[in-house]
C-alpha cells in the first residue's frame, strides 16, 4: 500500500516541473535590460542562457541516474533545492558574473524532468500513468510559453529581481513539499554511479553545446569553436567506450539501441531544433521596431501576450494526447503531431504582418510540440526497465535540450546574416529562418515513421529486470 495518496506527489512534480520551465525562459526576452542593468556586453550577457544550458544537459541525464541508484524522491528535493538556491542568488546578483554563476546552479534544476517521469511511473496506478506523463511532458513546453508571457509584466510592475524572486518562493516551496509528500523509490538500480563515464558524459556534452551556442558569435570557423567540436568527438568515443566497460554504466547503450528509445530519441532531437528557435524567435520577429521598414515594434509583453495561446495549446494537446494515441495509434499520432508543427511554423514563415496572425502560427506550432513530446515521453517509459527510467527520460529530454542549442544557433546565424542597410533585421532573415524550421519538423515526422506501431510498443511495455535491481516496499528487498 501507498503511503500517500498519489495525487499529492503528482501536484508536486507538476510544480517542480513548472518551476524549472519558467526559470529557463523569463530571462529570454529580458537580455537586453539586463544588459544595461548590469552594465556589461551583449556577448557577456548572452551566457545568462548558456550557462543554464550547459548545467541542465550535464544534470539531467546524470541526475537521472542517480536517482535510479539512490533514489528518486531524494534527487527531485535536490534538483529543486538548487533551483530554488540558484534564483535566490540571481535575485541579489548585482554584476553578470554572480548572476551567471547562479544560472549554473539553476541549471541543475533540469533534472527534474527525468525524476518526474520515474517518480509518475512507481508512483502512479497504470491507468493513469500515460495521462499523467502526457500532462508533465506538456508542462515543460507550458511553462517555457509562460515564461515569456508573464516576464513583460514582472518587469513592468516589478522589476527585474522579480524574476528570480517568484521562481524561489515557488520552487523552495516545492523542495519543501517533494521531501514531505513524495514517498521513497519503490524500484532501484544497486551499484552506484560510474564516475568516469559521468565526467565523460558532462565533458562531450558541454564541449558540443558551448561550440554550437558561441559559433555564431565567436565564427563557425573560429579556432575555439572547431577545436570544441574536435574535442566533442574524442571524449564522445571515449565515452562510449568507458560505458561499454562499465559494470554499473551512467546510460546502459543496448538499452538505447531499443527502437522504441532510439527512435523517440531522433524524434526529440529534431523537434527540439525546431520548438526551442521558435519559441526563441517569435517574439524576436514581433519586437523588431517599426523603424525598419517591416517590424511590428512589439513591447516584450506585447510578445509575451502573443505566446500566451501558444502555453494554451500546448497543455491541451498534451491533456489528448494519449486517448488520441489509444485511439489511433502511436506512429500516427506521433507523425501527424510532427506535420501539425511544421505547419505552424510555414504558417510564422509567411504571416507575419500583425501580432494576430504570428499568434495563430505560434500556437498551430504548439499544438504539434505538446503533442509529441506527450507522446514521446510515454515511449519512453514503457520501453525500459523501471529502474531505467530517470536516465532514459533524462537522455530523451537532453536531446531535446541539444536539438534546442542546434536549433537556436542555427536560427541566430541565418537571421544576423540578413541586416538592412539602416542596421535592422532584414524580414527575409526570419521569414528564412521559420522555413527551415518547418523543414526540420517535417523531418521529425518522417523520423517518427521508424516508432514501433502499438503491438511493438505493447511489447516492450514490460522490458526485462534490470540484472540486480532492488525492489523497496518499506524495506530492500532483493529482486
Given at each position: ?31 537586453p535590460l539586463l544588459q ?179 559559433g555564431p558569435a565567436w ?27 562499465a559494470r554499473v554504466p ?230
Amino acid at each position: 500500500m501507498r503511503r500517500r495518496s498519489y495525487r499529492a506527489t503528482f501536484a508536486v512534480l507538476t510544480i517542480s516541473v513548472m518551476s524549472y520551465a519558467l526559470v529557463q525562459s523569463m530571462t529570454v526576452p529580458t537580455l537586453p535590460l539586463l544588459q544595461s542593468e548590469l552594465g556589461t556586453t551583449q556577448s557577456a550577457v548572452t551566457w545568462v542562457l548558456t550557462a543554464q544550458l550547459l548545467a541542465a544537459a550535464v544534470s539531467t541525464p546524470i541526475l537521472g541516474r542517480v536517482g535510479d541508484a539512490v533514489g528518486k524522491n531524494r534527487m527531485l528535493v535536490v534538483a529543486v533545492g538548487a533551483l530554488a538556491v540558484g534564483s535566490v542568488v540571481a535575485a541579489l546578483a548585482t554584476d553578470i558574473g554572480v548572476l551567471i554563476g547562479a544560472r549554473v546552479i539553476q541549471g541543475i534544476g533540469g533534472g527534474v524532468i527525468p525524476l518526474a517521469f520515474g517518480i509518475i511511473r512507481d508512483e502512479v496506478p497504470e491507468r493513469h500513468r500515460s495521462m499523467a506523463i502526457s500532462v508533465v511532458s506538456s508542462l515543460m513546453a507550458v511553462g517555457f510559453g509562460i515564461g515569456i508571457v508573464v516576464a513583460g509584466p514582472i518587469l513592468d510592475v516589478l522589476g527585474y529581481h522579480w524574476l528570480f524572486v517568484l521562481p524561489a518562493i515557488v520552487a523552495g516551496l516545492a523542495a519543501v513539499a517533494a521531501f514531505v509528500f513524495v514517498p521513497a523509490s519503490p524500484v532501484r538500480t544497486p551499484g552506484g554511479v560510474s564516475v568516469l563515464p559521468a565526467v565523460l558524459l558532462a565533458g562531450w556534452l558541454s564541449a558540443f553545446l558551448l561550440a554550437v551556442s558561441q559559433g555564431p558569435a565567436w565564427g563557425w570557423a573560429s579556432p575555439g569553436v572547431l577545436g570544441l567540436l574536435v574535442g566533442a568527438v574524442v571524449l564522445t568515443y571515449a565515452w562510449v567506450r568507458s560505458e561499454q566497460r562499465a559494470r554499473v554504466p551512467v546510460v546502459d547503450l543496448q538499452m538505447m539501441r531499443r527502437r522504441p528509445v532510439w527512435a523517440a530519441n531522433l524524434v526529440a532531437l529534431l523537434v527540439g531544433v525546431s520548438m526551442y528557435a521558435s519559441f526563441g524567435f517569435v517574439p524576436q520577429l514581433v519586437q523588431t521596431p517599426s523603424a525598419s521598414g517591416w517590424g511590428l515594434g512589439a513591447t516584450v509583453t506585447q510578445a509575451g501576450l502573443v505566446m500566451l495561446p501558444s502555453a494554451a495549446a500546448t497543455f491541451v494537446a498534451g491533456l489528448v494526447a494519449t486517448p488520441l494515441a489509444r485511439f489511433f495509434g502511436p506512429k500516427p499520432m506521433v507523425v501527424a503531431s510532427c506535420m501539425i508543427g511544421a505547419v505552424g511554423l510555414a504558417s510564422t514563415a509567411l504571416f507575419h504582418d500583425t501580432l494576430v496572425q504570428t499568434a495563430i502560427g505560434a500556437g498551430i506550432t504548439s499544438i504539434g510540440v505538446g503533442l509529441v513530446f506527450a507522446l514521446l515521453a510515454n515511449l519512453v517509459v514503457a520501453a525500459v526497465p523501471a529502474a531505467q527510467t530517470g536516465v532514459a527520460s533524462g537522455m530523451n529530454a537532453n536531446l531535446r535540450t541539444v536539438g534546442g542549442a542546434v536549433g537556436s544557433a542555427m536560427a541566430t546565424s541565418i537571421v544576423t546574416a540578413q541586416v538592412l542597410p539602416n542596421g535592422f533585421t532584414a524580414e527575409v532573415g526570419y521569414t528564412v529562418t521559420f522555413v527551415v524550421l518547418a523543414v526540420v519538423m517535417a523531418l521529425a515526422g518522417f523520423a517518427g515513421l521508424l516508432v514501433p506501431g502499438a503491438s511493438a510498443v505493447e511489447q516492450d511495455e514490460q522490458p526485462a529486470p534490470v540484472e540486480g535491481a532492488e525492489t523497496r516496499t518499506g524495506e530492500r528487498l532483493a529482486a
